[in-house]
Structure formats: structure tokens, C-alpha cells
Nanobody
Framework: QVRLVESGGGLVQPGGSLRLSCAAS????????MSWYRQAPGNQRELVAT???????????NYAESVKGRFSISRNNAKNTLYLQMNSLKPEDTAVYYC?????????????WGQGTQVTVSS
């Protein structure tokens, strides 16, 4: 069974930094991409950052315009862990952050999600 577990969230002041981690296990199919999403109260879940598999794409990262230049997505394949380094945090970044794995399962794309970790940016 696929399991994604996020950690690293918390309360930080504006301008501060946090690093989120996503520990993955049980993934036996090729991974197309892994992403971080976030959802603030009353809002839809939005894509924050994506890192693609180097097997098919050569490896690349993409960011939402609202976080570009401040956030950085990375992964440690040996540890099966995805990271999101968040710098210069703003109150608008407050949300529950979710880890996502897009998997090529029997020729079809399938998404798996973690339980989320709360990030609160406030003075």
C-alpha cells in the first residue's frame, strides 16, 4: 500500500522559513512526478510545486507564480523523501500542505496523497 507522510509544518513569523518533508513508502510503480499542494480554509487545493521524473523528462521542477523564487522542491531518492524548502514566508502561505505522488499505474496515471501538515505564518 502507498503511504505518504508529511511533516515539518508549524507556526512561523512572516519572513521565516520552514522545510517540509514527505516520506514515501509502498510505491512500486514508476513515478511520473511528485508535488506539493496546499489548501487554505475556504479555498480549493492548489498546486505549489512539482518535480518530475528524470526517466522521461530528464528531471525538472515547476512552481506556482506565487511561490517562485521563495520555495524550492527537491527529493532524496535514497531516502524516498520529498522536500519543500519555504523561505520568505508570507501570511498568504498559511494552509495545509499536502504531498502528492503521480504514479504510472498499468499505463494510467494515479494520484496518491498524504494527510497534510499545517503551516501557519503569523506574527
Amino acid at each position: 500500500q502507498v503511504r505518504l507522510v508529511e511533516s515539518g509544518g508549524g507556526l512561523v513569523q512572516p519572513g521565516g522559513s520552514l522545510r517540509l518533508s514527505c516520506a514515501a513508502s509502498g510505491i512500486i510503480f514508476p513515478i511520473n512526478a511528485m508535488s506539493w499542494y496546499r489548501q487554505a480554509p475556504g479555498n480549493q487545493r492548489e498546486l505549489v510545486a512539482t518535480i518530475t521524473s528524470g526517466v522521461t523528462s530528464g528531471g525538472s521542477t515547476n512552481y506556482a507564480e506565487s511561490v517562485k523564487g521563495r520555495f524550492s522542491i527537491s527529493r532524496n531518492n535514497a531516502k524516498n523523501t520529498l522536500y519543500l524548502q519555504m523561505n520568505s514566508l508570507k501570511p498568504e502561505d498559511t494552509a495545509v500542505y499536502y504531498c502528492n505522488a503521480n504514479i504510472n499505474k498499468f499505463g494510467s496515471r494515479a494520484d496518491y496523497w498524504g494527510q497534510g501538515t499545517q503551516v501557519t505564518v503569523s506574527s
